[in-house]
């Protein structure tokens, strides 16, 4: 139990061109879902927090206009990355948890997504 | 600030024991995780603390001292499927997971 599926696994896109990344609790209900960046050999950073229905919170430094984030049901979250830049290449990885708020146990992961903006 | 740290790089020899550590500075404490990734791969989980003490799972153990702000996860009878990424996280007063950078085991035969 408790996986999450995203989708792309890999996706190679031009500079300027927008990307989504599908995230998505495929046998629970999440009320939150977070996004994280990781780039070779360093520590997952978090970006946002999502809850179902309502807007994400974004972490510093993270531009909410250039990533957007829709947490639309309780199964599936999207991440926009918005006119994408070779510098926005990096291993997107979301997770999903089954509580919402303080009573989150463990977060479940998702295989990540490699962007390649070329 | 908050901080977490663990060492970048060990290595083990297959069969043997590691034990690989992680102390912590954070606001208020909810929690010490352990995840293993593949190099390439999302995390898994492997181990949760929340009060002291010692917690054993099959090969894997994890250890938490709260008055040290101290954690150990300790491997056994290591094999070469164990070569990876190793991160403590602590959830902090807000719920939100502080994440180390990582600590790469190297196996060799």
């Keep these: 139990g408790a996986v999450v599926s995203q989708h792309p696994s890999r996706v190679i896109c031009k500079s300027g061109t927008s990307v989504k990344i599908e995230c998505r609790s495929l046998d629970f209900q999440a009320t939150t879902m977070f996004w994280y960046r990781q780039f070779p050999k360093q520590s997952l950073m978090l970006m946002a927090t999502s809850n179902e229905g309502s807007k994400a919170t974004y972490e510093q430094g993270v531009e909410k206009d250039k990533f957007l984030i829709n947490h639309a049901s309780l199964t599936l979250s999207t991440l926009t990355v918005t006119s994408a830049h070779p510098e926005d290449s990096s291993f997107y990885i979301c997770s999903a948890s089954p509580l919402s708020g303080g009573d989150t146990y463990e977060q479940y992961f998702g295989p990540g997504t490699r962007l390649t903006v070329t | ?109």
Excluded at chain 2, 1 to 11: A, H, L, R, S
Excluded at chain 2, 32 to 61: C, I
Aim: aromatic fraction near 12%.
């Design chain 2, 1 to 109: 600030g908050q901080n977490i740290d663990q060492p970048t790089e060990m290595t083990a020899t297959e069969g043997a024991i590691v034990q690989i550590n992680c102390t912590y500075q954070t606001s208020g404490f909810n929690g010490l995780f352990w995840y293993q990734q593949h190099a390439g791969e999302a995390p898994t989980f492997l181990s949760y603390n929340v009060l002291d003490g010692l917690e054993e799972k099959g090969r894997f153990s994890s250890f938490l001292s709260r008055s040290k702000g101290y954690s150990y996860l300790l491997l056994k009878e290591l094999q070469m499927k164990d070569s990876a990424s190793y991160l403590c996280a602590v959830r902090d007063s807000n719920y939100q997971l502080i994440w180390g950078a990582g600590t790469k085991l190297i196996i060799k035969p």
